[in-house]
């Protein structure tokens, strides 16, 4: 069974672009969450997916959004970025609320 | 706030000793905690889960404790390898689908 898949792994970005980063759930599992990870702050959610719906929000500003399509791959996307946005961008998917999650290996995304 | 501590940010033990972990929180009232590996450039890795209402929970050489009273995980590697060596990080739930990690603990274990 192939795993979480993220594209791109890496990403440049200048402050101001946007980007839309990708991630394909493990064949079957409906939740799909997006999670940032830094070394000051440590891996923090961002949101989560059900069935092509937002379910839960964490606490990012407007400029951070999702969305997830019909077949449970789902993408991200940041505006206008900011330095601040320099970070791991883990994609987990799971069966459903309680079970484990499963980790793609991110998308490692630098702001210059 | 809610916060979750892990007791330190390094432990180093030595090969074959037993490696303990701990994990506390305050301010929630998590329905299962779940406990995750993560080696550098990689995303975490799915050890255990144990739910609000089990004492225990065992896993070839892991073994994880719950104590709600106590608001703590204690997480346990007998045997330690140096293959074991990587950042475990605890992570709790309670409304579904949004987990809260903590900061983790960057184990070593030497040979």
């Known amino acids: 069974k192939a795993g979480v898949t993220q594209t791109p792994r890496y990403l440049i970005k200048t402050r101001g672009q946007q980007v839309t980063l990708s991630c394909s759930p493990i064949s079957g599992h409906r939740s799909v969450s997006w999670y940032q990870q830094t070394p000051g702050q440590g891996l923090q959610f961002l949101f989560e997916?059900?069935?092509?719906?937002?379910?839960n929000k964490g606490n990012f500003p407007g400029r951070f959004s999702g969305r997830q399509f019909s077949n449970s791959r789902s993408e991200m996307n940041v505006s206008t970025l900011e330095l601040g946005d320099s970070a791991l961008y883990l994609c987990?998917?799971?069966?459903?609320?309680?079970?484990?999650?499963?980790f793609g290996d991110g998308t490692r995304l630098s702001i210059l | 706030s809610q916060k979750i501590e892990q007791n330190s940010e390094a432990l180093n033990i030595q090969e074959g000793k037993t490696a303990t972990l701990t994990c506390n929180y305050t301010?929630?009232?998590?329905?299962?905690l779940q406990w995750y590996r993560q080696d550098p450039g990689r995303g975490p890795v799915f050890l255990l889960l144990?739910?609000?209402?089990?004492k225990e929970k065992r896993k070839e050489r892991l073994k994880v404790t719950f104590d709600t009273t106590l608001k703590q995980s204690l997480f346990h590697i007998t045997a330690s390898q140096p293959a074991d060596s990587a950042t475990y990080l605890c992570?709790?739930?309670?409304?579904?689908?949004?987990?809260?990690f903590g900061q983790g603990t960057e184990l070593s274990v030497k040979p």
């Open positions: 301010n929630y009232s998590p329905a299962y």
């Open positions: 997916y059900f069935s092509e719906t937002q379910r």
């Open positions: 987990a998917s799971s069966l459903e609320v309680g079970n484990p999650q499963h």
């Open positions: 992570a709790l739930d309670r409304q579904g689908g949004k987990l809260i």
């Open positions: 144990i739910r609000e209402n089990e």
